[in-house]
């Protein structure tokens, strides 16, 4: 399958940079990362987006615990942000202490209620010169410490469906990288999971119920649906377009939800508001949580 975003319907639209898409209780959930809040839609209701918490700085990857706290990367001030069901927020994790860079995208594994989450490595925004990256891991009770490091831009970041496997977006490596998760949390088996096709920069992502991993590249502009090994079996042009994120969800798993904007640039969505996530079908649902 090869389309354009042309093809897709407009779910959300008027925000400045959304990520974080995830599906949740029936829900679409993501964050304008450049306003650090964080909503949610019922696609199939026409509703309006309904605010659910807003963090400090940029807000970037979503989760949820085992006790049921919605978590959200507050990038700029290196914390990991929980929320409880009545709406306040907390701190769940904080990193600041440890991490100079800024915090990225998020991934809470389900079968232990760890938390995986990245950090640039650099400061992006202030024109340094690229550093790898590290990956942090967080346990349930906050706690955390470095599980592997040396990531070209970590990012994004999936289990796979019936695996002990996590695979990572390296943004500006051009590749998805597999670690496996041992008993205690630590990441071991580093190893190339896919080389991507050249030009590539791998944003965020979402896994299907047959492993394979759709994941956005946001300098070209497209999101691709990847196997292990690099095969590309699906693509979905958004030329002109910044492919930001994508979750799959919907009634029946199989609607892919897309983010883009027009820049990554805070100063430009500010001023153009260009954001919008859009929804398409595809041939496989996504993997059962």
């Known amino acids: 399958?090869?389309?354009?975003?042309?093809?897709?319907?407009?779910?959300?639209?008027?925000?400045?940079?959304?990520?974080?898409?995830?599906?949740?209780?029936?829900?679409?959930?993501?964050?304008?990362m450049h306003t650090g809040e964080v909503f949610s839609i019922d696609p199939d209701a026409g509703d309006a987006p309904r605010l659910e918490a807003t963090v400090p700085g940029q807000s970037s990857g979503l989760g949820w615990l085992p006790d049921g706290r919605l978590v959200i990367s507050s990038m700029e001030s290196r914390t990991v942000v929980a929320v409880a069901p009545d709406g306040t927020t907390s701190v769940f994790a904080d990193l600041s202490a440890d991490?100079?860079?800024?915090?990225?995208?998020?991934?809470?594994?389900p079968a232990t209620g760890?938390?995986?989450?990245?950090a640039f490595g650099y400061d992006l925004y202030g024109g340094e010169e690229l550093r790898p990256g590290p990956l942090h891991v967080i346990e349930p009770d906050g706690s955390h410490r470095v599980a592997a490091e040396g990531l070209v831009f970590p990012n994004s970041a999936n289990v796979l469906p019936g695996?002990?496997?996590?695979?990572?977006?390296?943004?500006?490596?051009?590749?998805?990288?597999?670690?496996?998760?041992?008993?205690?949390?630590?990441?071991?088996?580093?190893?190339?999971?896919?080389?991507?096709?050249?030009?590539?920069?791998?944003?965020?992502?979402?896994?299907?119920?047959?492993?394979?991993?759709?994941?956005?590249?946001?300098?070209?502009?497209?999101?691709?649906?990847?196997?292990?090994?690099?095969?590309?079996?699906?693509r979905i042009d958004a030329p002109g377009r910044c492919a930001i994120d994508c979750a799959l969800g919907g009634a029946d798993g199989r609607t892919l939800y897309l983010a883009t904007a027009d820049s990554y640039d805070p100063a430009t969505t500010a001023r153009t508001r260009a954001g919008r996530i859009s929804a398409v079908r595809v041939g496989v649902a996504g993997a059962a949580r």
């Not at 389309?3 to 993501?30: K, M, Q």
């Open 1 to 32: 399958m090869r389309i354009t975003l042309d093809s897709a319907t407009d779910v959300v639209s008027d925000i400045r940079f959304p990520e974080g898409n995830r599906w949740h209780d029936g829900r679409l959930w993501y964050s304008d």
């Open 99 to 109: 991490e100079p860079s800024l915090l990225n995208d998020l991934v809470v594994d």
């Open 114 to 118: 760890r938390t995986y989450i990245g």
């Open 163 to 234: 695996t002990r496997t996590l695979v990572v977006s390296e943004t500006w490596g051009g590749r998805l990288t597999a670690f496996d998760i041992e008993d205690d949390g630590s990441l071991t088996g580093r190893r190339e999971w896919a080389a991507l096709p050249d030009g590539v920069t791998p944003d965020g992502s979402t896994v299907d119920g047959e492993g394979a991993v759709w994941v956005c590249s946001v300098d070209t502009g497209e999101f691709l649906r990847v196997l292990e090994g690099g095969t590309v079996t699906d």
